[in-house]
């Protein structure tokens, strides 16, 4: 994963954002296409969809400044992903697909001094 330059930390204030788009690369070197970013619903968002062959993958992404004493995944709670697989199931039903659904989520690190990436920590399967 290449570290950002200074014009994009700059440019993207809110870390969360960075986040997703440090996440989107990821899927992207991983062969996943981006169907839609910030996808909303009456009961939440989805950050990212993305696809493969034969999945549609559905991610929470939580990005923390390094050194936070919570880290990203500690704040997914059940509360927040029952929204969120309230969100991935009224998604299917108004875009139906062929491919097996999955969620996901992904725990960004960034650096508190300038928001260049430190790690990704990315969870398959995260609803089972």
């Keep these: 994963m290449k570290k950002t330059d200074d ?11 960075l986040g997703e788009l440090y996440v989107r690369e990821y899927l992207e070197q991983h062969g996943c296409t981006i169907v ?4 909303s619903s009456r009961w939440g968002e989805i950050d990212i969809i993305a696809e493969n062959d034969v999945r549609i993958i559905f991610v929470e992404v939580k ?13 997914i709670t059940p ?8 969100t991935v199931q009224q998604y299917l039903v108004s875009h139906p697909t062929d491919k097996q ?6 725990q960004v ?6 928001n ?9 399967n995260a609803s089972s």
Excluded: H
Aim: aromatic content about 8%.
């Design 36 to 39: 839609q970013m910030n996808y």
């Design 116 to 124: 260049s990436l430190v790690k990704i920590d990315y969870l398959k």
């Design 7 to 17: 014009n994009r930390s700059f440019k993207i204030k809110d870390r969360g954002k």
């Design 63 to 75: 990005t923390t400044a390094e050194g936070s004493p919570v880290s990203g995944f500690e704040r």
């Design 101 to 106: 659904p999955r969620i996901d989520c992904a």
């Design 79 to 86: 509360s927040k992903l029952r929204k969120f697989t309230l």
């Design 109 to 114: 690190t960034v650096s508190a001094k300038d």
